[in-house]
């Protein structure tokens, strides 16, 4: 039976193959059914069995099937499976929209509301993205869009019992996260990263009005300083807290009140304090919460410097908190009080320094003990030499990520590529890497390329533009191609510094696996570009700003823009022309045109040059919301 | 029947059986402490008292055939004991559920039936891992499932599409036919209709790749039939007309695509059957097919035969925290 079905099958697939001059692998889905395979009777079977068609096997097992597929389906919950589940038949896809319980929304303009509302009936988690990530550069205008309120509105009316909203680059006021408290009695979970337009008042409505709150974490989002004290707004009783993280809140706090709600909520584990939260508040948290496991850390420094022993004992609090595993803040961090945090770093696998100006002096003596780190942030002021020090003894690291202390672009830099190197080499488990720097060399990326096999994320910033290799003067290309060459599961690429086409070519021949690509200031012509759209199998979302690519470019990727997620090309020399003819050829893709700036009209109308395309696959046609400045073709 | 319950309720007075009924017709005794294993057998022992004898065979639902039911015995027998340790469960477990997917079918839907939850979640967790990572080709093959979603419906994922345009535009122009030829079932007699509906989609196929000569040779012999029949003759007139609604609507739900590249040869070679071949097909019909094939062609075959490699299967998407890199202004990583 499984053998004659595959001849046919097979036979079939090389009918089509031939006929569209694809590869045998591809040709499955024309595997379809044979024409009477919904009246099915018995001389059609008999027929099918001798026709050497793929025999078609009596209804039992799909029926059989359906009965217990809502069994089943609860057992896959990745978004792949669950996309493939139901994309079988027409029953499968019916029950999957049933039981899909959580979903993940990359776009918040590929679809309406309404289209989501209609097909899953009984969400109880959504995630939502909005502004495509280059918006956090100042090169979007404010207002461009990505609003929250008709998800709210929507999702209101639909999903009563919806428990988690997890929204990124998304605009959220005031009203819609009241709204939101309101609508949702067993609501659980609210999540805003990079989120702006709503304020204190918004939050203290989530903490007054979410009975069932665990997790509210607010992460590098914008929130306005209503002079509300949201944390007494919590209420008076005991809480279902397990997460709260504020650190992006740049308002004053209620001590006393967040001390109050600390005691009251037994299951909260994490805890992520603003600057606000001095070295003195800290500890009187973490007496009263020894069984945090992630804590961020406020300003890590003292409000009043007293002396002896009339300063709180801050390695003891450590001490007592044996669970915590993962540490940031350090907003403002006073050097001297950094060792109070020896106590936990032998069970610290995260560990974030970010917004400290911590010396390679500084880093040592902590690092030494952190042999279980497995992320490690970092600002560039702790040089070569903290890095080296980090590789010495963080064997397990899996994602690190050095951000510059001082991001101009023509200073001198205190890491390079040796820095990166010796990553390399003392930290062989690395997965993700995020390096900014001055100066780099090829040998260095390559070496990465060679010791670091388990690489999915490669986000190299040579900080200033074009720069080639600061020992022989050459491009980057090679460094880049031995990155793609070598790090087969390579799903995250940024880069920069001086690049040729040939680098592209190779990205495009090497990057199989390569989802996200993000380029700046670098490329020779629109051979580039087009080596990566026919090249690239899995790309999704391109980023691309400052490089001369244009409207050739730009049309070689025509056959693949609705299978991606989107394309972003800023300060590139398209034309409107170009962009135009892609949206018409396209019709299930957005294409939007605008400036960087709230220009006025005149120059986004009547200008050929296209400062920013942003282009989009949508289930919708264009959406309604679009402000003036931006004109969707 | 008080009797009966007393002897249920006391296992340990004497072996007790209870008698069940399978799908099928036959009645079998299974010891008291295996089939009580299974809630719905317990409900209808205590609740309705049936089962103690012959004649009062409890009758189970219609899903449980009796060789699926000796396998949930099976379960029943070997779970029920107390003595067993976790992991000799799990070996146990681990061991049963091994068997071909129909048979897993059958007995998570028996199970199901007889409300054995533990037994459920066994089969169902087995068919679960069967389906994860596989793209909806390789399931529907693997179920035997027809491929009946509108090119609408299968835009739909919220994530990236599975497949590339060119073979959801192959599968359209598929259920297209099968509507079509749906129609003309209903207005011929069964058997003809049955010929004619592997036929056209032979004939497409045949167009495809008219190299093949078993396929045409099972053509001519069924076109003879066809063309005998005056009914038919109309009807293709009908539906010819149809048919080119249909192109005519494709046609302009598709955008013009510049660049129609050298690919003509596949939609020459239809054209450039022998004569043995044409004698047997309807003119019309050919005709018709024809036009369809190379519109099909030539929508197909723009820009897109470019493409390199096949987008089967989206990657694990993951959340991506961006970093902080909100604060650095500049260039981007």
Same mark, same amino acid.
Request: hydrophobic share 35%; with cysteine; glycine share 2%.
């Given at each position: 039976? +499984?053998?004659?079905?595959?001849?046919?099958?097979?036979?079939?697939?090389?009918?089509?193959?031939?006929?569209?001059?694809?590869?045998?692998?591809?040709?499955?889905?024309?595997?379809?059914? %044979?024409?009477?395979?919904?009246?099915?009777?018995?001389?059609?079977?008999?027929?099918?069995?001798?026709?050497?068609?793929?025999?078609?096997?009596?209804?039992?097992?799909?029926? !059989?099937?359906? /009965?217990?597929?809502?069994?089943?389906?609860?057992f896959l919950t990745s978004r792949c499976d669950r996309n493939a589940v139901s994309l079988v038949c027409r029953s499968w896809w019916r029950v999957e929209a049933q039981t899909r319980?959580?979903?993940?929304?990359?776009?918040?303009?590929?679809?309406? %509301?309404?289209?989501?509302?209609?097909?899953?009936?009984?969400?109880?988690?959504?995630?939502?993205?909005?502004?495509?990530?280059?918006?956090?550069? /100042?090169?979007?205008?404010?207002?461009?869009?990505?609003?929250?309120?008709?998800?709210?509105?929507? +999702?209101?009316?639909?999903?009563?019992?919806?428990?988690?909203?997890?929204?990124?680059?998304?605009?959220?006021?005031? $009203? $819609?996260?009241?709204?939101?408290?309101?609508?949702?009695?067993?609501f659980k979970e609210l999540t805003l990263v990079c989120c702006e337009g709503f304020g204190t008042s918004g939050i203290a409505v989530v903490a007054n009005k979410c009975r069932q709150l665990k997790v509210l974490d607010l992460l590098e989002s914008e929130v306005t300083d209503d002079e509300v004290d949201w944390l007494s707004c919590f209420p008076a009783s005991e809480t279902h807290l397990e997460s709260l993280s504020f650190d992006c809140v740049e308002s004053p706090?209620?001590?006393?009140?967040?001390?109050?709600?600390? !005691?009251?909520?037994?299951?909260?584990?994490?805890?992520? +304090? /603003?600057?606000?939260?001095?070295?003195?508040?800290?500890?009187?948290?973490?007496?009263?919460?020894?069984?945090?496991?992630?804590?961020?850390t406020g300003s890590f420094s003292p409000e009043n410097v007293l002396q002896g022993e009339q300063e709180p004992d801050y390695a003891a609090a450590f001490r007592a908190c044996k669970s915590i595993s993962c540490l940031s803040g350090f907003r403002d961090l006073t050097p001297e009080y950094l060792p109070a945090i020896s106590p936990v770093c032998a069970n610290l696998t995260s560990l974030n320094?970010?917004?400290a100006n911590i010396s390679p002096d500084m880093l040592k003596p902590i690092i030494r003990n952190c042999h279980n780190i497995r992320v490690f942030w970092a600002l560039d002021s702790i040089c070569d030499e903290g890095l080296q020090a980090v590789a010495a003894t963080c064997k397990e690291l899996r994602e690190l990520r050095v951000f510059p202390f001082d991001p101009r672009e023509d200073s001198e830099g205190p890491i390079s590529g040796v820095g990166l190197q010796a990553i390399s080499e003392g930290c062989r488990k690395l997965e993700s890497i995020l390096y900014f720097c001055q100066r780099m060399t090829n040998g260095a990326v390559t070496a990465m390329s060679e010791n670091c096999p388990q690489l999915t994320v490669f986000r190299l910033c040579i900080m200033g533009r074009h720069r080639p290799d600061h020992v022989t003067g050459k491009p980057m290309d090679v460094g880049f191609g031995a990155i793609v060459k070598n790090c087969k599961k390579l799903t995250r690429l940024a880069v920069s510094g001086l690049l040729t086409d040939e680098a592209f070519s190779y990205i495009g021949e090497y990057g199989k696996l390569i989802r996200t690509l993000s380029v700046a200031f670098a490329g020779n012509s629109d051979r580039a570009l087009r080596y990566v759209l026919e090249g690239c199998p899995k790309l999704q979302k391109l980023e691309i700003r400052d490089s001369p690519f244009g409207d050739v470019g730009l049309r070689s990727g025509m056959h693949r823009y609705c299978n991606m997620r989107f394309v972003w090309l800023s300060s590139c020399v398209l034309s409107r022309g170009g962009c135009r003819e892609v949206a018409h050829a396209l019709p299930n893709v957005v294409v939007e045109v605008f400036g960087s700036d709230d220009d006025d009209d005149d120059d986004t109308v009547t200008g050929d040059y296209v400062e920013t395309l942003y282009l989009y696959r949508s289930l919708d046609g264009p959406r309604k919301d679009a402000p003036k400045f931006v004109t969707i073709l | 029947m008080s009797e009966g319950n007393l002897a249920v309720m006391k296992p340990e007075t004497m072996k007790s059986y209870i008698w069940l009924q399978t799908a099928d017709g036959s009645i079998q005794q299974v010891e008291q402490e295996v089939a009580m294993f299974c809630p719905m057998i317990c409900q209808e022992v205590i609740q309705k008292g049936v089962g103690s004898s012959k004649n009062h065979a409890i009758s189970l639902p219609q899903r449980v055939n009796p060789a699926m039911f000796s396998l949930v015995l099976d379960y029943c027998r070997f779970h029920q004991m107390p003595g067993r340790s976790n992991k000799e469960r799990k070996t146990y477990d681990e061991r049963?559920?091994?068997?071909?997917?129909?048979?897993?079918?059958?007995?998570?839907?028996?199970?199901?039936?007889?409300?054995?939850?533990?037994?459920?979640?066994?089969?169902?967790?087995?068919?679960?891992?069967?389906?994860?990572?596989?793209?909806?080709?390789?399931?529907?093959?693997?179920?035997?499932?027809?491929?009946?979603?509108?090119?609408?419906?299968?835009? *739909?994922?919220?994530?990236?599409?599975?497949?590339?345009?060119?073979?959801?535009?192959?599968?359209?122009?598929?259920?297209?036919?099968?509507?079509?030829?749906?129609?003309?079932?209903?207005?011929?007699?069964? *058997?003809v209709e049955e010929h004619v509906d592997e036929r056209?989609?032979?004939?497409?196929?045949?167009?495809?790749?008219?190299?093949?000569?078993?396929?045409?040779?099972?053509?001519?012999?069924?076109?003879?039939?066809?063309?005998?029949?005056?009914?038919?003759?109309?009807?293709?007139?009908?539906?010819?007309?149809?048919?080119?609604?249909?192109?005519?609507?494709?046609?302009?739900?598709?955008?013009?695509?510049?660049?129609?590249?050298?690919?003509?040869?596949?939609?020459?070679?239809?054209?450039?059957?022998? *004569?043995?071949?044409?004698? *047997?097909?309807?003119?019309?019909?050919?005709?018709?097919?024809?036009?369809?094939?190379?519109?099909?062609a030539q929508r197909l075959n723009s820009n897109w035969v470019r493409s390199l490699g096949q987008e089967r299967r989206p990657v694990h998407f993951s959340i991506n925290g961006n970093g902080t890199t909100r604060r650095h202004t500049g260039q981007s990583p």
């Open positions: 039976m +499984t053998e004659e079905e595959e001849d046919s099958s097979a036979k079939m697939s090389e009918d089509v193959k031939r006929y569209l001059k694809l590869d045998t692998r591809s040709s499955a889905a024309a595997t379809s059914e %044979p024409p009477c395979s919904s009246s099915s009777s018995a001389s059609a079977l008999a027929n099918n069995k001798s026709r050497n068609f793929k025999s078609f096997e009596p209804p039992c097992p799909d029926h !059989v099937l359906e /009965n217990v597929l809502e069994n089943v389906l609860q319980f959580e979903v993940f929304i990359g776009n918040c303009y590929s679809l309406s %509301p309404l289209r989501l509302t209609h097909r899953f009936t009984r969400v109880r988690s959504l995630v939502l993205k909005g502004k495509p990530r280059f918006a956090d550069f /100042n090169l979007m205008p404010r207002n461009w869009g990505a609003q929250f309120a008709p998800w709210v509105a929507a +999702t209101a009316k639909a999903y009563p019992w919806l428990e988690k909203v997890h929204l990124k680059r998304m605009f959220v006021t005031d $009203d $819609d996260l009241a709204l939101l408290a309101e609508s949702f009695p067993g706090i209620n001590f006393k009140a967040l001390e109050e709600l600390v !005691v009251r909520s037994p299951f909260l584990k994490k805890l992520r +304090t /603003n600057r606000f939260v001095s070295l003195e508040v800290l500890h009187r948290l973490m007496v009263r919460a020894p069984q945090l496991t992630s804590l961020g320094f970010s917004y | 049963f559920i091994r068997m071909d997917t129909k048979r897993l079918c059958e007995l998570t839907s028996a199970a199901d039936s007889l409300q054995l939850k533990p037994l459920v979640d066994l089969t169902s967790r087995a068919l679960a891992r069967i389906i994860e990572g596989k793209t909806p080709e390789e399931i529907r093959e693997i179920f035997h499932l027809p491929d009946d979603l509108t090119e609408e419906e299968k835009l *739909e994922p919220l994530k990236n599409t599975m497949d590339d345009p060119r073979i959801r535009l192959l599968n359209r122009l598929y259920a297209k036919k099968r509507k079509e030829l749906k129609e003309r079932e209903r207005l011929k007699n069964v *058997e056209s989609v032979d004939d497409l196929l045949s167009f495809i790749n008219s190299r093949d000569p078993k396929v045409v040779k099972k053509k001519k012999k069924k076109k003879k039939k066809i063309v005998s029949s005056n009914d038919i003759h109309d009807k293709e007139s009908h539906d010819l007309h149809s048919k080119q609604q249909c192109v005519v609507k494709t046609g302009s739900s598709m955008r013009e695509v510049p660049n129609l590249p050298s690919a003509e040869d596949d939609i020459s070679t239809p054209k450039a059957r022998s *004569e043995d071949e044409d004698d *047997e097909i309807d003119p019309a019909m050919r005709e018709m097919l024809d036009r369809e094939v190379e519109d099909f």
